[in-house]
């Protein structure tokens, strides 16, 4: 499968540990993008990167969330002190240049 | 700030008749459209995209939309629905000035009946 991998799919973590999720785009693709789903909501824009360079982040809520996306390996999506609110599916997508986005299954996020 | 409205959360069709999801959009420039579709505990499938040029746009899975400017609109038709169609649709607003990041309506469940 050569589209976008998103891992874990699903995570559990108590209030206060830190969450990690990994991206992995689509072979070629050097854009990634970054949502989030509550429940029985759309998704929400978080993030959007290139290769070592953060392009957007006006999404992203401005505590204990960052993302990165190194030269090499996947891309990451760090929440550190997670709290209850942080439950959530988070998707990535990416794409070549800037044309249409394809996303990944997600990662579901539950807080104890 | 560009805005993307679904008016219908839910829908149910029967099985072989037609299906009309909507979608209004609020933006300044012309943007770039996009509906996806998202089954249970999955990704979002892009179905089609309207960058530019005619204004009825064919997808995947015999969906089809069609781009109305003077009404701001984006509906999503589909002429017999299939029970492997039910799923939540969600519109979707890009543009190029926006780096490409695109904003959501709430979606639309779509229920399908034998």
């Known amino acids: 499968n050569a589209g976008v991998m998103q891992n874990p799919r699903h995570l559990v973590r108590r209030r206060g540990q830190e969450a990690r999720l990994r991206c992995s785009p689509m072979k070629g693709h050097s854009h990634v993008y970054w949502y989030r789903q509550l429940p029985e909501e759309g998704l929400k824009f978080m993030v959007y990167?290139?290769?070592?360079?953060?392009?957007?982040e006006s999404g992203m809520p401005k505590e204990r969330f960052s993302a990165e996306f190194p030269k090499e390996g996947p891309s990451i999506l760090r929440i550190q002190q997670v709290v209850r609110g942080d439950s959530a599916a988070y998707f990535c997508a990416s794409s070549l240049d800037q044309g249409p986005q394809h996303f990944g299954d997600g990662t579901r996020l539950s807080i104890l | 700030a560009q805005s993307v409205t679904q008016p219908d959360i839910h829908i149910t069709v029967s099985e072989g008749a037609s299906l009309e999801l909507r979608c209004n959009y609020s933006y300044g420039a012309t943007p770039y459209l996009f509906w996806y579709v998202q089954s249970p505990g999955q990704g979002l499938q892009l179905l089609l995209k309207?960058?530019?040029?005619?204004?009825l746009v064919q997808g995947i899975k015999g969906f089809e939309a069609d781009f109305k400017r003077s009404q701001s609109s984006f509906n999503l038709r589909k002429p017999s629905v299939h029970w492997s169609d039910a799923a939540e649709y969600f519109c979707a607003v890009g543009t190029k000035a926006a780096g490409n990041k695109l904003t959501f309506g709430g979606g639309t469940r779509v229920l399908v009946k034998p």
């Open positions: 990167l290139q290769k070592e360079n953060i392009i957007d």
């Open positions: 309207y960058f530019s040029g005619d204004t």
